[in-house]
Every structure is written in C-alpha cells, then in structure tokens.
C-alpha cells in the first residue's frame, strides 16, 4: 500500500501527518508524490510512523478548527517530537541553550541560528524532552506567516499557560526584521520563555541592529570543530573532516535529523553541493534583502543575486587558495588552483609518462566544465559590474555567518596579510572533486592506464587536502587559544614558512608547527623545523622556541629533536 492510500484510509489529512511528523506539508508532499526519488529506508520509516500514529489514536497538533493562525504543536506530539532525536548526542551549545531556558532573562530572547544541517532543529527538540509538554510549544513558520499570525497564537499560548515557545525558522516571515521586538518587549516580559532558531543570520544581524538590541541571547552552530564532529558522529578521521566537515550529514551515514528529512548529503556530488551553496549562503543573503524595509546596509549584493552572479564570487573565492577578497579574484580568467598546483608536482615523477598526462589533456574545456559545475562566470558573462564594495559586503557577510574567520599570515619583513579560512571544509573539497568529475571525462584521461589515472586523481585530492589540513588545524587553534597567545602561519623573505606558530605573548615563547596530510613520518616534512637560520628569526621575533613539532596523521614519534604527533589526537585535545 501506497503512503498515500494509508492516510486517506486511516481518515487523515496532509496537515495531520506532517503536524505529527513535525514537517511541513510540503514536504510530506514529497514523500506522498516522489516516493522513486526517496530511499527505500526514509520511506518505509514514515510510512511507519503515519501506521503508528493513526493506531495509536494520536490526536493531531492541529486540527481544522484549532484557533491557531500558524503551525503550532503542543501536548503529547512533543513527546514524538524528542523521541526522533533521542538518541543523538548534543551539541556542545545545548548548554548554552539550556541556561536560557532554565535561567532568569526577563526581556530578552535566544536565538538560534546558523547554516543549514547544523542540528538546530534537533537542539529544539532535544530542549524539548527535559521540559513538561503541558507548559511547552513549538511553531513551525511558513513564509505566508506573518507577525501579526504569530502574536496572536503567542497571546493564545499565554493564556494557556504555555512558558515555553520554540520558534523554528522564523526569519521565513516577511516582517521579522521590522517586528522582531514585540518577542522580547512583551511575550518575554510576560514571563514567557522564547527560542527562535533560522539560517538567516543576516535577518538575525539586521534585527539585532535595531528591533532587538540588547535584547537577546545570540547562540551560533555554523561551526563544528573537528572534535565536536568525531564525539557527534562516532568517528575520528580527519579525512571524513575534511569530505563533508560543516554540516551534520555524511554518506552512507543514517543521521535523519529532523531539519531536512528529505536531503540527502550536502556534498556529496556536484549538483549537491552547488545546490547547498546556493541555498544556504546566495539565497540566505537575499532573503535578508528583500525583508530587510528599514536598511541598505547589503543592498550593493540585490543586483548580483537577481542576476544569477552571486554564488559566482563565493565561488571564485573559496576555490582560490589564499580565499582573497579581491576584485582581481573575481575579475581574471578563472583558472583552477588545484589542477596547475598538482600539474606541478607530477612533474616530480618524471621521466614517468605520468609526469605530462595533465599537460596534455584539453584543459580548456575542463575549465569550462568546471566552471558550469560551480556556477562560475567570466566577466563578460555577467550583467553586474563587479566592485570591491561589492566583495567587501559578501566578506562581511560571510564573517557574520561565521563561515569565514581572518588568521592573518606574518611576514618576515613585519607585514602581515589577511587570510580568510573557511569553516566548512565540505563546502571546498567539493570543488576539488567537482574538478576531479571534469577531468575524468577528458578523451585522452581516458586513455590514460587506470594506475595512472588512479595515481593522478589521488594526487589531486591529495593536495588540496594536504592544504586544507593546514587551515583546519590553524583555525581550531585559532579559536581555542587565550588572549595571551596568538597563533598564526609565517613566512620568510627568502622562501619557505612555517604552516603555524603560536606566541605566548606573556612568557615571550613560542612554538613551531608543521602540518602534513601523510601518515609517514620523514625527516624531510621538518626541514624548516631544523633550519638553524629560519629559527634563529623566529626566536628573535617571538622568544626562545619551546617545541618543534610536525603534525601528521601517523602515530607519535621523535626524530632528531622534533616531535611527530598524531593531528587526530592534537585536535581532539583542544
């Protein structure tokens, strides 16, 4: 029996189902009407789930004469509410969310936001399952919400005697940025708790600028260190990290929060991942756009985005490897990084025919494919002229999403130079492996050995990998350190660095790290670690060197004085 045939047997409606379900409607739709494009497991699972809840008799959350203007769901349903997220460990936030819920902050409300599959339904419901149902609700918002809609069901639930309210993705309401205030200058002042969770960030910015100043408790789950990723997900590979770091879901992994039932992994392929981009960060910023009535603050990117050349600059950016926020970035021809850095390397395999297959591919048409891959355009492809006001709005966006953060580089000479790391790993190994699909469908790739073309592609992701890790780790350490210490990548005036350094600006010490994607422990990743001259400059910028040290994924080790450890554990111990 068809889902569909079920519920009309059981006398159910849609709205029933996905009350019950904690869903929108729509997106039990897509369960009802693209069944094919659902895994078996997902569908069996609801399917299961609509059995139990017309066996059991469940009343709906809401029913065609309940005297709610928008989704809300209170009583019992609750209880299945935290059930589907029972046994998910909880984010390491959870107890920031928890000393709101359970303290005293009259006047404010929390805040919950962050990018998308980053468990912040999951922590509402989680919330949900250590408080009485009787005195809880929670709101689905829909964009034909509006503020008026929900005051009134808040007003309703106050007289109820509800105290606590979960709002999730309320930045869908058209009029949020400009009404925000009436949550904490009157529901809240009525002793009602209230927590409104959206990957709007910059609808959460703009209210906060004026709506809700100082009145709220802003809690952030776009970052997911490497350790909260291995303690949530059971696993502690950086290789997995660095693949679908960023957000909660993996491949072949059955992690069915309720935030998106119906998406599979976000990086998985190409189309996945340029979908995700799209919707978390372009559509994301202009959403805050078209609601945002009170200021023009980010208006500069309303033109790019209606054009279709919004995703082109975060693109460009993220694949480049100093992710420079620079008009010279978006403006150039778009090159790959990753395919001319490994043609570098293979010709260390020379004279092995391996050492020039990427010399004598069709790299144009690469490119091209590349380019349709990622949504990136040319300059004369676009409408929009593109201006540093423009690429200084989107960094300053992406800071407040915090899916960027500047680890300036030091120089030698005393020149420092901003350096912007991504907190989504996933979201830039995609692009590595977008670029890996392109070559593949090379004619003459294709008449490369399958060693060779194995060999090349391992290389290539390999590479961009061994990059990545550097910024990973510089990043974690970046956000972990006291105020007396500073940790950041140095270079020296005649070649060579150092992949990071931390100063202890109290004791005048320091330590000198190299970061490795190898499992093999050679003398030659320290080569800078032991070179007398490099040391000598670093001792006399920054005080007497107190460890070497090459982080690698092998087991730890000493060779000649510089410590080998494990950057698995290294992470896991911040």
Do not use: W
Request: glycine share 6%; hydrophobic share 35%.
């Amino acid at each position: 029996m068809m889902l569909k045939e079920l519920r009309i047997q059981k006398g159910l409606s849609q709205k029933e189902c996905a009350d019950y379900l904690g869903m929108t409607v729509r997106n039990y739709q897509n369960y009802e009407n693209d069944a094919q494009k659902v895994s078996t497991a997902r569908y069996n699972a609801i399917y299961q789930k609509v059995e139990n809840y017309s066996a059991n008799n469940i009343t709906p959350a809401v029913s065609a004469s309940a005297s709610f203007n928008t989704n809300v769901v209170t009583g019992e349903p609750l209880r299945l509410f935290y059930k589907t997220v029972a046994k998910f460990k909880k984010r390491k936030c959870f107890e920031q969310l928890k000393r709101f819920v359970t303290g005293d902050y009259s006047g404010k409300i929390c805040i919950l936001y962050g990018l998308r599959r980053t468990g912040k339904t999951t922590l509402l419901f989680q919330m949900l399952g250590e408080l009485q149902v009787n005195e809880a609700a929670y709101i689905k918002t829909q964009v034909t919400d509006t503020m008026s809609d929900l005051s009134k069901d808040l007003t309703t639930l106050h007289n109820m005697g509800c105290k606590y309210v979960f709002i999730d993705e309320i930045t869908l309401l058209d009029d949020f940025i400009d009404t925000a205030a009436v949550l904490s200058d009157v529901f809240s002042m009525m002793g009602m708790k209230i927590v409104v969770s959206g990957t709007d960030s910059l609808g959460f910015a703009m209210a906060n600028r004026d709506e809700l100043y100082d009145r709220n408790i802003m809690i952030h789950t776009s970052f997911i260190s490497f350790k909260e990723y291995a303690r949530l997900l059971g696993l502690r590979s950086v290789d997995k990290y660095i693949e679908y770091g960023g957000t909660l879901k993996m491949e072949n992994m059955s992690f069915d929060d309720p935030d998106y039932m119906l998406d599979d992994v976000s990086f998985r392929d190409d189309e996945s991942t340029r979908k995700y981009i799209d919707t978390a960060i372009s559509r994301n910023i202009q959403h805050t756009l078209k609601n945002d009535n009170g200021g023009e603050y980010f208006n500069e990117l309303r033109a790019l985005y209606e054009n279709g050349e919004l995703t082109n600059i975060i693109n460009r950016i993220v694949e480049n490897m100093g992710h420079r926020f620079l008009l010279s970035v978006i403006e150039d021809r778009f090159k790959s990084h990753d395919l001319g850095s490994v043609k570098n390397l293979l010709l260390h395999d020379a004279p092995n025919e391996r050492a020039y297959v990427l010399n004598a591919v069709d790299t144009q048409t690469i490119i091209e494919r590349l380019k349709h891959i990622i949504d990136v355009k040319e300059k004369e492809e676009t409408r929009v002229k593109v201006t540093p006001e423009h690429i200084e709005k989107v960094k300053k966006y992406l800071v407040l999403l915090d899916l960027i953060v500047n680890c300036p580089i030091r120089y030698e000479s005393g020149k420092t130079e901003e350096y912007y790391v991504f907190s989504q790993p996933g979201m830039r190994y995609s692009i590595a492996k977008a670029l890996v699909y392109s070559l593949i469908q090379d004619e003459y790739f294709k008449s490369v050995s399958e060693k060779d073309k194995d060999y090349i592609i391992t290389k290539i992701l390999e590479d961009i990998k061994g990059r990545m890790l550097e910024d990973i780790v510089l990043l974690e350490v970046t956000k972990v350190l006291p105020k007396n210490k500073v940790a950041f990548k140095f270079k020296f005036d005649i070649g060579g660095e150092f992949d990071m350094v931390i100063f202890d600006k109290s004791a005048y010490t320091c330590k000198v790290y190299e970061i490795k994607h190898s499992d093999k422990a050679v003398k030659e990743q320290a080569r800078y670690l032991l070179d007398e001259n490099k040391c000598d400059i670093i001792e006399h910028k920054y005080g007497k060197i107190t460890q070497k040290c090459v982080l690698y994924r092998g087991d730890d080790t000493t060779i000649d004085g510089v410590e080998y450890k494990n950057v698995e554990r290294f992470l896991m111990g911040l």
